[in-house]
Each structure stands twice: as structure tokens, then as C-alpha cells.
């Protein structure tokens, strides 16, 4: 992290939710994406959120910048390191035309890359229109679904009969996943 900070300069200061460095988003955009991000979190309250909108110069390599800036900005907040962080970061980066996805180290081991992949695939087409409020809103919900997929599986995973969710646990509490 060290060298990578040498290398990329001063932490951008960023703001849990939406952050415009770049100086792109309309209100209409900043008010989309802060409707899309607190219902995702109404509805995964252990998961966060962060749209950051930045002009990186052609010479910074993108993903490893949106590593160094999730892990330098600590987005998930100070009770919520290592397995706890259950944060994603979306970096786009204006200038280069590119989205990347960062997400906390409590997420990885249930999130593949391919399924991000294939919902920062399913924005592009709104980041390139210049459509970011929708973008973020169409990112959001194929995290919802990816999170959902991945929900009804975990039993599964752990060798557990049935699903998650409109279930009773053992102390007949209803159990309810988001």
C-alpha cells in the first residue's frame, strides 16, 4: 500500500453514498443514486454502498486506483474491518470511459468476479450515455439479484436442508432474509 500511495498521491476524500469528483452528475443523477442507494441498504442494512465519479489521467491504472482508494478512505467504517467490511465501492472514471467494482473483504467469499462483471456489463451502456443515475439504479439491482442467488444457496454450501428466509429458527423467532 505503501508504494501504491507514492505512486498514486494524495487520498481523494470520498463520501459514504455518492461522491462527483469529476463533476458530472446532474442533481437528477445525485438524487437517483442516493434514492438507489438507500433502499439497496434498506434492504441489506449489513451492506454499503459508494458511487465515486472521478477523471482519472490516462497513466493511473483504474483498478488497482479503486483498490488502493477503498482500502486508503475506509468507506466501510472503523468497526467494520477485514471480514466484517461488507462495503462496494463503484469507481468510474470519466475520462477513461471504465467502471470498476471494489467490494469488502466480508463479501468476497460469496461474490464471484464474474457476477460483478456482469453487472457493472449491464450499466456500461448508461455510464456511456452519460445516464449515471440510472447506471448506479441498474448496477444496484443486479447486486440485489447476485445477493439474493447467493442467499438461497448458502444452505446448501453448508450442508443444510431448505432456504434461507420465511423460515423459524430454533427459538421459533421468524427468520427473514432481505
Not at 445525485?30 to 454502498?49: D, L, N, Y
Not at 423459524?168 to 421468524?174: F, M, Q, R, Y
Request: net charge positive; proline share 4%.
Amino acid at each position: 500500500m505503501e508504494k501504491a500511495g507514492a505512486f498514486f498521491g494524495i487520498v481523494p476524500r470520498l463520501v459514504r453514498g455518492v461522491c462527483d469528483l469529476a463533476g458530472v452528475l446532474r442533481d437528477s443523477d445525485t438524487r437517483r443514486i442516493r434514492r438507489s442507494v438507500a433502499a439497496f441498504e434498506g434492504k441489506f442494512p449489513q451492506c454499503g454502498f459508494t458511487a465515486a465519479f472521478m477523471a482519472l489521467g490516462r497513466e493511473t491504472p483504474a483498478a488497482a486506483y479503486a483498490f488502493w482508494v477503498f482500502n486508503r478512505t475506509n468507506l466501510a467504517g472503523e468497526l467494520n474491518q477485514g471480514s466484517r467490511n461488507r462495503h462496494f465501492l463503484l469507481l468510474v472514471d470519466v475520462a477513461g470511459g471504465s467502471a470498476w467494482m471494489t467490494l469488502g473483504y466480508g463479501l468476497e467469499p460469496f461474490i464471484s468476479r464474474k457476477s460483478i462483471e456482469g453487472c457493472l456489463e449491464a450499466s456500461q451502456p448508461h455510464f456511456a450515455a452519460g445516464q449515471w443515475g440510472l447506471g448506479v439504479s441498474t448496477l444496484l439491482s443486479g447486486i440485489e439479484t447476485v445477493i439474493r442467488d447467493t442467499l438461497s444457496e448458502l444452505p446448501k454450501v453448508f450442508g443444510l436442508p431448505g432456504r434461507i428466509g420465511n423460515q423459524k429458527n430454533l427459538t421459533g423467532v421468524a427468520v427473514t432474509a432481505p
